[in-house]
């Protein structure tokens, strides 16, 4: 494997839509996020209608990479080789001797299956995207509750939550003005959406004047796909694209075969009969990487493209992107942004009647570092019997340098560079921080020589 990566030794470009090309104002967001989950439970499942209400910094709880332990209504923060580094049950943090109590000092018993296809089951969810993490608070919330009210020991509470996600981000929902998220993002687009900065987009037409094929694959149903494309990207956003993929159903987008999920067309949003082949460029639904691929041999005139894919979820994009389809793959991860930023300069010095325009102004942005759970790459693993403690990485940390060919902030960080700029890759004969751009994080750097990775 070469050390180095260029967008100009790819023969066509991926996108994922939701937090890739599309970034939100995430304290707002995940506020919505996490009152449409919550509403939901309150009314329709008659839970606690303490959830409804959020104190400013309980934010905090979210942090990419945690995992919910169903049953035990643990949540999980684990490191490369799967040991417990920090716990929680709820909101409340455990203590290293609980920690020790319940997990011990080895591998967590669901370790295997997870971390071998970055996986969810029934036993427990791994949660690894904005559109996710304030769920994870809530279901820590609900937790609470349970204890305070039933004292119980094991939680079927996630039937629950599961129907609450249905409910908001089904299919039809965006077209039925159904649930709280989607009529809420259609009335304030503003609200909760970045436009799309002019260098991307300036980017993105140097791709394809460059003879990039581009394409835009999201699980995002077509009706929400067009309201964000258009806000962020404007009405000509299918200009820019040769291929768009909407309802992608990922990660079986990846894994599935033609047989299994078949490409549809649409008309006016509506799915129609499936295809046997997919023959042109366009806008379908659904589909999988096979006949993808071999539509993009056809565009190419090559036996075997090279395809790279942005996108922010290890379990839905990064992962089986690179898994099974053997695609280069590019991590947007916000993350990176935590290391410097600690609050936009703009905003402190507005006066504070503005500020308090909305609630959701109140709470912090989920990419800065949590407080309760630390750094999203890093860890100190205290040391039995008075032996010192160690930096270790986290699972995490360890998945972006297994399954990403770089990681960035954003597309704004590298859409000014020339498309040949070569980025050294993550490889496993380079150091632990060689594929992070423009910067590794912070986290990573004093003590590197110190960790030794496993």
């Not at 039937?159 to 077209?175: L, T």
């Not at 962020?232 to 987008?253: M, R, S, W």
């Not at 023959?279 to 493209?305: E, R, V």
């Not at 916000?334 to 507005?350: F, N, W, Y």
Request: aromatic content about 12%; charged content about 25%; proline content about 5%.
């Amino acid at each position: 494997m070469q050390q180095h990566f260029s967008l100009a030794d790819c023969d066509v470009v991926g996108f994922d839509l939701d937090h890739t090309l599309c970034r939100y104002h995430l304290p707002h967001s995940a506020r919505l996020i996490y009152d449409s989950f919550a509403q939901y439970l309150v009314t329709e499942k008659g839970y606690d209608e303490d959830l409804l209400t959020l104190a400013p910094d309980s934010l905090d709880f979210c942090c990419k990479g945690l995992v919910l332990d169903i049953e035990e209504g643990n949540f999980l923060k684990l490191a490369e080789d799967g040991t417990v580094l920090r716990a929680s049950h709820g909101t409340k943090s455990m203590t290293f001797e609980e920690i020790l109590e319940t997990y011990g000092r080895r591998e967590w018993k669901h370790f295997s299956t997870v971390s071998g296809m970055v996986s969810r089951t029934a036993k427990y969810y791994l949660y690894d995207n904005y559109f996710d993490l304030p769920g994870a608070l809530l279901c820590a919330r609900v937790v609470d509750s349970l204890d305070q009210h039933d004292g119980q020991k094991k939680y079927d509470f996630w039937k629950d939550m599961v129907a609450a996600i249905q409910h908001n981000y089904k299919i039809s929902a965006f077209k039925e003005d159904c649930g709280t998220y989607f009529p809420e993002v259609k009335n304030h687009p503003d609200k909760y959406l970045q436009r799309c900065p002019e260098s991307v987009k300036k980017w993105l037409k140097q791709l394809k004047n460059a003879g990039k094929i581009l394409l835009l694959i999201t699980s995002s149903h077509s009706d929400y796909c067009r309201l964000l494309c258009e806000h962020v990207l404007g009405n000509d956003f299918e200009e820019y694209f040769d291929i768009l993929i909407t309802n992608a159903l990922k990660p079986g987008f990846f894994s599935h075969t033609p047989n299994q999920r078949p490409f549809r067309t649409l008309e006016n949003d509506e799915e129609q009969e499936p295809l046997l082949s997919l023959d042109k460029p366009g806008w379908y639904s659904q589909g999988n990487a096979i006949q993808l691929f071999d539509l993009l041999k056809k565009m190419t005139g090559k036996l075997d493209p090279k395809v790279v894919y942005f996108g922010d979820s290890m379990h839905s994009d990064i992962f089986p992107a690179h898994h099974y389809s053997n695609w280069e793959t590019v991590f947007i991860l916000e993350e990176l942004l935590g290391d410097k930023v600690t609050m936009p300069a703009k905003a402190e010095s507005e006066p504070s009647e503005k500020k308090a325009k909305y609630e959701g102004d109140q709470l912090k942005a989920p990419y800065f570092v949590s407080k309760q759970w630390g750094s999203f790459f890093m860890d100190r693993l205290p040391g039995l019997e008075n032996a010192e403690e160690t930096l270790v990485h986290t699972w995490s940390c360890k998945c972006i340098s297994t399954y990403s060919t770089i990681a960035i902030p954003s597309l704004e960080a590298i859409a000014d560079l020339p498309l040949d700029y070569r980025f050294t890759r993550f490889s496993s004969n380079s150091s632990a921080t060689a594929g992070y751009y423009p910067t590794p994080p912070r986290a990573l750097l004093p003590n590197e020589e110190s960790v030794t990775m496993k």
